[in-house]
């Protein structure tokens, strides 16, 4: 089945320094993905959709300017948390659907897990 | 704007017992719906989908037909294991909203032996 990779796993770092995320769509092309933010118990929050060859669309209340995005390639895309503070601490993961695909199934990353101190 | 609906948790079984987690939806369109579970630390997986009205998800015992009429996809489980404690997540994907998936809020499965 298709796979998405997510690295790192897991990062721990300082406030104010920034952190990337990368996703990758393993053994398929997709000119979407989507990246969440998911709190302790709570469900998935959509940040943003990567697109790729264009710039990403952000939900409301989400910080472009905090959170970038670019989506590289067919098979990649990059969170960035710029400036992190303890607030930004969070389980970040992306998703992506196949460009072949029609059933609108969505393949998810492992998660990222940001702590920042 | 699309929105999904799900039985609040946490949902507490002992091993062997059936499980039911409701969930509703609302949606412009014909979406495609979804269950997801999610594992301690980990990403979402599929677990099943159905795609139109009528249809029944299936996969490692689970099950779910989409429901038009009801605007549900109940996910049941007749025999639930220990393995099966997880987050499970109900998702509608609809291409009249920019191809987003609308989420439930989760709920949480603990089976005990």
């Known amino acids: 089945g298709a796979v998405v990779s997510q690295h790192p796993s897991w990062v721990i770092c300082k406030s104010g320094t920034s952190v990337k995320i990368e996703c990758r769509s393993l053994?398929?092309?997709?000119?979407?993905m989507f990246w969440y933010r998911q709190f302790p118990k709570q469900s998935l929050m959509l940040m943003a959709t990567?697109?790729?060859?264009?710039?990403?669309?952000?939900e409301q209340g989400v910080e472009k300017d905090k959170f970038l995005i670019n989506h590289a390639s067919l098979t990649l895309s990059t969170l960035t948390v710029t400036s992190a503070h303890p607030e930004d601490s969070s389980f970040y993961i992306c998703?992506?659907?196949?460009?072949?695909?029609?059933?609108?199934?969505?393949?998810f990353g492992e998660g990222s897990r940001l702590t920042v101190l | 704007g699309d929105s999904v609906t799900q039985m609040e948790g946490p949902v507490t079984l002992s091993e062997e017992a059936f499980l039911t987690i409701n969930c509703t939806y609302t949606?412009?369109?014909?979406?495609?719906l979804f269950w997801y579970v999610q594992y301690p630390g980990e990403g979402l997986q599929l677990l099943l989908k159905?795609?139109?009205?009528?249809d029944k998800g299936s996969n490692k015992g689970f099950e779910a037909t989409y429901r038009k009429e009801t605007t549900s996809f109940h996910l049941e489980k007749g025999s639930v294991q220990v393995s099966d404690s997880a987050v499970y997540f109900c998702?509608?994907?609809?291409?009249?909203?920019?191809?987003?998936?609308?989420f439930g809020d989760g709920t949480t499965l603990t089976v005990k032996p």
């Open positions: 990567s697109n790729e060859g264009s710039k990403a669309t952000y």
């Open positions: 159905a795609t139109k009205a009528d």
């Open positions: 998703s992506a659907n196949p460009d072949n695909s029609n059933t609108g199934e969505l393949f």
């Open positions: 998702a509608l994907r609809s291409y009249t909203n920019a191809g987003k998936s609308t």
């Open positions: 949606a412009t369109g014909y979406p495609s």
């Open positions: 053994d398929f092309q997709a000119t979407t």
